[in-house]
């Protein structure tokens, strides 16, 4: 199954484009965090509440742990802009949409913690998915809002957590809000006769093709 997943490359992603480029590879930030500190990422360690309050991360984080720590922030009343020169706040639609995302993720991370504290968390894993239409099909829902992208396989070249997920558990959650949804998740439990999975990688994953390189390359010359 590792010579089948493929990984969702958004290429106005700085930090991943030039991983890529440069690296050949992406790793998560809990592989970052040991390699300096020689221990677990805080999302493993810190207490729920204290997770649930934190607005700062002194180390590495992730896209999904951004939702969480921006949304503690602005509920203490700390003003969310983009840029730095001239910054562009964000209104209330933006802040919403990051509330919501923070409250869903911080309640899959309750009970991950709860049903299997050895499961990789969403706030810092790869996602990946099977090489397949439907795999592919489910990357491009999960990231709707990116326009410019490639799909692309890879191998994992280290994998210090693992969990396969049926990911329509994770809409049904959206629709329903029923934490039966969230335990099914997280216990492995398909949604029906058509499973529509996602594999979190807590570690490390290469390109597989230097076609693939080369074109993110190209991109984040582009680009950046």
């Not at 221990?39 to 700062?56: A, M, W």
Request: with cysteine.
């Amino acid at each position: 199954m590792e010579d089948n997943f493929i990984y969702f490359v958004n290429l106005d992603d700085f930090l991943v484009c030039a991983n890529f480029a440069n690296t050949n590879r992406i790793s998560t930030s809990t592989v970052s965090h040991y390699i300096d500190h020689k221990e677990l990422h805080p999302v493993y360690t810190l207490s729920i509440e204290d997770l649930k309050n934190s607005y700062v991360m002194n180390t590495y984080t992730s896209p999904r742990l951004q939702f969480l720590t921006k949304s503690n922030g602005s509920k203490k009343g700390l003003k969310l802009a983009i840029g730095l020169d001239n910054p562009i706040f964000l209104n209330e639609n933006e802040l919403k949409r990051i509330h919501e995302i923070a409250d869903i993720e911080f309640e899959f991370e309750r009970i991950r913690r709860l049903t299997n504290q050895y499961l990789p968390s969403r706030l810092v894993s790869i996602y990946l998915a099977e090489d397949n239409f439907e795999g592919r099909t489910m990357l491009k829902n999960m990231f709707i809002h990116k326009k410019d992208f490639i799909i692309v396989p890879i191998n994992i070249t280290t994998k210090a957590m693992f969990h396969k997920a049926d990911s329509q558990w994770f809409d049904d959650y959206i629709q329903t809000k029923n934490p039966d949804s969230i335990k099914n998740y997280w216990n492995g439990i398909d949604f029906n006769n058509i499973p529509l999975y996602e594999y979190l990688v807590d570690g490390a994953i290469e390109l597989r093709n230097e076609d693939d390189r080369n074109v993110i390359l190209k991109e984040y010359e582009k680009r950046f």
